[in-house]
Every structure is written in C-alpha cells, then in structure tokens.
C-alpha cells in the first residue's frame, strides 16, 4: 500500500514546471526520504517568490515544496551540499559541481531574512505533522546559567582569601567557631568545588542538548538535540549564512538521514541510517502516486547487487522487524544456575526460550555497526588524541545495542559455523568462525577503508547470587595503514536482578585502548550505577587520554548507551559517536537495534554467495526467529546432537579462516595453506582476480564451497 504523500504545510498545489514563475532551475541529487536509499537526480525548481520545489524530470509536475524566507538553509562547500528544512519537510540535495553549487547558494540567500535580535537563542517546538509551531525563547536559560558562573567565581575567591589569611577570622566574628576554623574553611571550600562541578555539567546540558546559534557568522556550536519520548521535533528554524561551512541541526531523524558534527564543524552522515547513491531516474518510495509511470514504480522497487569486489548500484532494502515478537516463555535463569551451580554455562544445554535469533557470530559483528565511520575518520587524522578517542569511540559503541538486553542470549553456535557481514556501501566486510568447541572461543576479522581489525573472544562467568557476571577473555588488535595499531581490554558485564525487579545489563570496569606504537593510552571508566537509583545513573563513562609520558591530555564523558564526547576546552565537547535511534516496540523484539534485525537476513546481494556453514542457513535459529518455538527446540536437539556424533566419530575439526602459530595464543586470519574467505567468497562471485592471484586458473565459482562440513543437516 503506497504512503501518503508528506507535503510541507506552505507548499503550494502541483505544478507543471512551465507554469512556474522560475528564478532558477536545474538538475541536482537530492536525498530520498526513506533511509539507507541514497541520491536520486532530481530536477530543482526556485521561484520568483521564493518557492523551492522540484520534479522527476522537466516535463513532469512537481512534487513537494518549501517556502525558503520560513526555512532553514545550511550549507557545505568542501561536501557541495545544501540542506533545506521547514520542519514538517526537509531537502537534502548534493550539487553536481561547484558552480551550481555557489549559484544555489546565492539564489536562495536572496530569499533569507535578517536574524531578528535574540533569535541566537530561540527555538521553536512542532508536533510530529508540523502544523503547531510554538517560539520557545531560551535567552534567560543562558543568562541565568552565566550570571550563576559569576557568583561561584566570586565565592571561590573569598574562599581563596580566607584560605590565604589564615587568621581565626570565624572564631573572632562568632566564638562558638573557635578553633575550627581550618576545618570549616576546608569543607566550605569543598563544597564550592562541587558546585562548580554541577555547574559545569549544567552548562554541557545547556550547551549539548539545546540548540543555539552563536557568533557573528552565523553557525551552531552545539552537537544535535532530540525529544524522543513525545516524539517532538526541535529545530532552530534559523538560515545559518556564512562564507565557508555551515554545521546544520536536523529538525527531527523521522524528517531524513541524522547528522553528527566532525572536526571541521561539517556534516558526518551517520553510516547506519544513510548511504549515498548516486542513482538517476529512481523513484521516492514516499512518493509514489498512482499518476506514476510503470517504469518508475519498478525503478522505486529494485534492489542493487552487490558483487563481492564492487560497491553495489542500487540500495539494499534491509528488513525493519522480525518476522514474529519475542517468543517462547521465559524460564527463571536464576533457577538454572541454582542447578548448575559451579559449572562452566558454556557446557549447559539451554532450552530455546534463552535465546534470542541471532548467534555469538552474529553478536561479534553488532561490535563494528559504527566501525566504518569511526575508523574511516580514525584512520584520516593526523592529531593522536583525535584519533585515539574515534578508536574508543569504536570500542564503545560496541557496547550500545546492548543497551536493552537483558534475560535473553545469543545461540551457541556451531564448531565451524560462521558468519559474514559484508556492508559494500560502506566498505565493510567482516567474517567470524566458532574455532574452538569448549569454552567456546570465536575468532573474527574485520576491514575498511584504512583499517582492519583481527581479534579473538570468549567468555567466564561468576555467579553473584543477584547478578551474573559475564568476563571477557581473548586479544583484539586494529590496524591503521599508516602503521598505527591498537589493542584494547575490555571490561565486565553483569546481568542485575536475577532474583526479583526489573532485569538489566551493565557494563562496569575499565576500557584501555593502548598506541603499541608509542604508548599513548585511552581509559575509559564504565560506571556502575546506583540499583535504587533511576536510569539516569547508569550506562554513564568517563575516560582520560594519556601521552607517552602518562600525562593526561584529554578527557571524555558520555554513556556507552547513547554517545561519546571529548573535551575540546574547559567548557565545551565535540560529540564523536551517537547511538542511531531504537526501532518503535524494540523490546518486543528482543532489544534488536536497526542493525541486528538485518543480521539473520538473507538479502538477495549476498544470498549467491554464502559460505554453507553461516548462521543465517541454520534451521533452529531461523524456526525460532518466526516464533515456532516447539520446532527450534526439536531442530537444535538434532543439530546439537549430530556435532556430538562426529565428535564420536572422531572427526577432528580443523578451523578453515582462521590458524594459530606454534605456541602463539593469538588465531590470526587465513587458513594454514593460505585461504582467506574473501578470496574464497570473490571466487563465488565469479571474481577471476583471486585465482590469478595465487597463480592458478581461472575456477568455477559454485565449487568454491564444496570442501565446507555440512553442519545443519541432522
């Protein structure tokens, strides 16, 4: 069933470019609205009267429309990007070359008031259709917050004065002080740190969360800002005009891809919610209307093929939901453990109702969602401490699907059960393999655009009578092609209220990312939150960035659930990573995020190239994904019982991607004789390139799998 059309509330009727009244056309990329779909080639109408509006093509009527003296006009010369914004409609359109980019820009300045005084710090509030605008005038917020900063300097230096006289200045005035006038000086002066403290992380609030427009040119200094749980959307609603780069505030994710601010102030499109194609001729989703050429409908529907040595032509449509809710009833963990009490639970058998639909494998990969935007940037700088703090930013993101999981566990996979995830759009590809059988230990590997990353996990547990404690054993090492390699320590998770209450999942202790190289050293301190406290008190992470010498340099804060910032002065941070935003009804669907619900999928891209052994192909998995509980628990009693059989057997396992050396406790990628699964994976694909390689000729592709063990057949 086609969407409704979403219009602009000032938009005028549709119109056949012709009867316009045209100040300036052409043809650009513009963003779809839906996300992961990329550019289409789009025809930009602006109007004598300001109107921007656009088509498919000339001869075509127009779609949607913006009234440009009402909106929001940001701009990026180094990305040729300009970005429109009413509030219930948002352009994101990306010009062909630099010179249509600056006679866009020129034109639709014309159309742009003067910035009324006070509009610095005023935002305006709109409901989810945009038809209710409301002026919210921040100014006494900021004054208030700044006059507060001068009274604490103010006591800080009588503090100072009193602490300098050291004269019984207390005693003297009022004698029931006598003689203590050290120690009441001493708490006096405690307690001002700790106002100033709160006053420090109000000020970051006010600064991070609500958008405010400072400076003579015109440009945000804050990060982005979001009303989630009303669902409202916050937007400056003020044109940002300035001779260079302009950093733009997204009035709402619903409205389009969300944005982050990198180093320069610019733009950083998030990699999970967008992909850039430049396509032509391809329809919006969202704006089909039964008026529409046939060929265009099929144009909107056709999903790109990805090869596994190219990026792919066309978008890859990944599902949004599971195909059943959460199923299976939930059988009390703590009356399992009460069982196997001393028992390593990697060696208990539990029933189907403990999992969720994705393997360790697949649970591997949730770690590197944000990696090819991170690392990308990791590895393009050339200031240490930025690049040390992406590569925590990495490291901590890993942790932020996480965030509501809490009773359910990934399947245990297989011996020799693997997993691929290969994202070409943003040159990601990543493979694990269950290498060892007890305790189960998972080897995987990793790359991007600059970087690559090989590592090894498995996982202890403690039994605490309320929690469970989860430790994570095994090395990871990222590697940078300018040489620059890290190795990372990771902290405890915890499983909390086992007994009785609300059931969560806590990550405490320290994260270290280590510079082999030169030493420089990452700590990032995961609190533990208060159990009687709110929500607010958890998830909270607190790191310092130390120098070869073990000076501290830097410092970051954030939630591993949510965000990391790192300090760019005394006052201000410069946001680094942000969660992408949960599914609607996520935690009825096991707590998956965006990017989990398309790990156990089968898209057509990638479906011709599957090794046997993936996850994606074992039946009690997929039976239990479509909610047959009954049927997942007889398939994994027979699959799990068939492993045990060639173990019998005597048949001894030899990992196929991955190998040790000697003594060496590290699994390193590639096999002993030299096979790696994207070569094996590129021969699949019909890629020659790979046998050419190892010097041998040209072979058939459906063979390339052939000597993989038939692990899902009982």
Not at 53 to 79: C, F, G, N, W
Not at 474 to 487: I, N, P, Q, V
């Amino acid at each position: 069933m086609p969407q409704p059309r979403r219009t602009d509330s000032n938009a005028h009727g549709r119109k056949a470019v012709k009867e316009l009244d045209v100040l300036h056309e052409g043809w650009v990329l513009k963003k779809k609205r839906k996300k992961m779909q990329g550019y289409a080639k789009r025809y930009l109408i602006l109007t004598k009267q300001g109107t921007l509006t656009y088509a498919l093509t000339p001869e075509k009527l127009t779609r949607d429309a913006i009234e440009i003296p009402h909106a929001s006009v940001t701009s990026s010369q180094r990305q040729g990007t300009l970005h429109v914004d009413s509030g219930s409609s948002v352009f994101h359109i990306k010009m062909l070359n630099p010179q249509d980019f600056n006679a866009w820009r020129a034109h639709l300045r014309s159309f742009i008031p003067e910035r009324e005084p006070g509009s610095a710090q005023r935002i305006y509030v709109a409901s989810d259709n945009g038809s209710d605008l409301q002026t919210v005038d921040l100014s006494p917020l900021f004054t208030a917050n700044e006059n507060v900063a001068k009274l604490i300097a103010e006591v800080q230096k009588k503090v100072g004065t009193l602490k300098e006289k050291g004269q019984p200045l207390l005693s003297s005035l009022l004698p029931v002080f006598e003689g203590q006038d050290g120690k009441i000086v001493a708490e006096l002066d405690s307690l001002v740190e700790s106002l100033a403290a709160e006053h420090l992380n109000l000020q970051h609030a006010l600064e991070t969360k609500i958008p405010k427009v400072g400076g003579p040119d015109g440009t945000m200094d804050t990060l982005k800002s979001r009303v989630a749980s009303s669902r409202m959307s916050i937007s400056s609603f003020h044109t940002t005009h300035t001779g260079g780069d302009a950093t733009f505030f997204d009035a709402d994710a619903a409205a389009g891809a969300e944005f982050g601010l990198d180093e320069d102030g610019e733009k950083q499109e998030s990699a999970d919610n967008s992909r850039i194609e430049e396509s032509s001729g391809a329809e919006d989703d969202d704006d089909d209307e039964s008026g529409e050429d046939e060929g265009d409908k099929k144009a909107a529907n056709t999903k790109g093929k990805a090869t596994a040595n190219a990026s792919t032509n066309g978008s890859v449509q990944y599902r949004k939901k599971l195909p059943a809710p959460v199923s299976g009833d939930e059988v009390s963990l703590f009356s399992m453990l009460k069982k196997n009490v001393g028992k390593d639970l990697s060696t208990v058998s539990f029933p189907v109702s403990f999992n969720c639909p994705l393997s360790l494998l697949q649970a591997a990969a949730e770690e590197y969602e944000y990696a090819p935007a991170l690392l990308e940037r990791a590895s393009k700088t050339q200031d240490w401490v930025e690049r040390i703090c992406l590569v925590g930013a990495f490291a901590v993101s890993g942790y932020a699907a996480s965030k509501l999981r809490a009773s359910r566990k990934p399947w245990n996979p297989l011996l020799g059960e693997t997993f691929e995830c290969v994202r070409e759009d943003q040159h990601l590809r990543f493979v694990a393999e269950k290498v060892v059988h007890q305790p189960p230990v998972v080897a995987t590997y990793a790359e991007g655009k600059g970087w690559r990353c090989h590592g090894w996990s498995a996982v202890k547990n403690k039994f605490w009578g309320k929690s469970l404690e989860l430790i994570p054993e095994g090395s990871l090492r990222l590697e940078l092609d300018d040489g620059d390699a890290f190795s990372f320590s990771k902290p405890s998770s915890f499983m909390r209220n086992l007994l009785a209450g609300n059931k969560y999942l806590e990550h405490v202790g320290e994260l270290t990312v280590t510079n082999e190289n030169t030493g420089q050293r990452l700590v990032l301190e995961f609190k533990e939150g208060n159990m009687w406290g709110s929500n607010s008190s958890r998830n909270l992470v607190h790191g310092e960035v130390y120098d070869e010498k073990g000076k501290s340099v830097s410092s970051l804060r954030g939630k591993w659930s949510d965000n990391l910032a790192i300090q760019k002065d005394k006052e201000n941070y410069q946001l680094l990573w942000e969660a992408a935003e949960m599914p609607p009804d996520a935690e009825k669907y096991y707590g998956f995020t965006y990017f989990a619900l398309s790990l156990n999928e089968i898209t057509k891209d990638v479906k011709p190239y599957l090794a046997p052994t993936d996850s994606r192909f074992r039946p009690d998995q997929r039976a239990f994904e479509e909610g047959k509980v009954d049927e997942a628990e007889e398939l994994k009693q027979k699959v799990e019982q068939a492993q045990r059989e060639r173990r019998k057997a005597g048949k001894s396992y030899e990992p196929r991607w991955f190998h040790k050396e000697d003594d060496d406790p590290e699994w390193k990628y590639g096999s002993k004789d030299g096979k790696t699964y994207f070569k094996s994976r590129a021969k699949a694909a019909g890629d020659s390139s790979a046998d050419k390689e190892e010097g041998k000729a040209a072979g058939d592709g459906k063979n390339v799998w052939s000597d993989c063990p038939n692990l899902f057949e009982p």
